[in-house]
């Protein structure tokens, strides 16, 4: 049987890059950990509320959407990721309106060709693949 596989985001602390990973918390501080080659293992410590969760779902290039994205879709509008608080699922919470739609919705009825990442909620623009 496969466990389930989670996938993190976290922005380095003290600076602008991110990482991708596993996620360790323990007393308020956070670390991403990467595998690395020949039984290596990378560890950075992150800044806590930069962290989000992998949805699963990827925009029209191609770029995994993360918890805390932000997305602007095809009809000009733009939505904020969030995890449900029951941790079950992800929600589109449109962006200066009070309208939220389950995240498979853009997915499901319009494909992956409906959104682009733009940015996060901690509005710093991630280097790799806005654009």
Same mark, same amino acid.
């Given at each position: 049987m496969q466990g389930l596989n989670y996938r993190f985001r976290g922005r380095v602390l003290f600076g602008t890059e991110w990482r991708y990973g596993s996620l360790i918390q323990s007393g308020g501080q956070c670390w991403i950990v990467q595998p690395g080659g020949k039984n290596e293992t990378r560890i950075t410590a992150v800044e806590p509320r930069s962290i989000g969760l992998g949805?699963? #779902?990827y925009d029209r290039n191609g770029k995994e959407i993360f918890e805390n994205d932000i997305l602007?879709?095809?009809?000009?509008?733009?939505?904020?990721?969030?995890?449900?608080s029951n941790g079950i699922g992800f929600q589109m919470l449109y962006v200066n309106t009070r309208e939220v739609n389950p995240l498979s919705?853009? #997915?499901?009825?319009?494909g992956s060709n409906n959104a682009k990442v733009v940015g996060n909620s901690m509005k710093i623009r991630d280097p790799k693949g806005v654009g």
């Open positions: 949805t699963g #779902f602007m879709l095809n009809s000009g509008k733009a939505v904020h990721v969030r995890l449900v919705v853009i #997915f499901d009825e319009y």
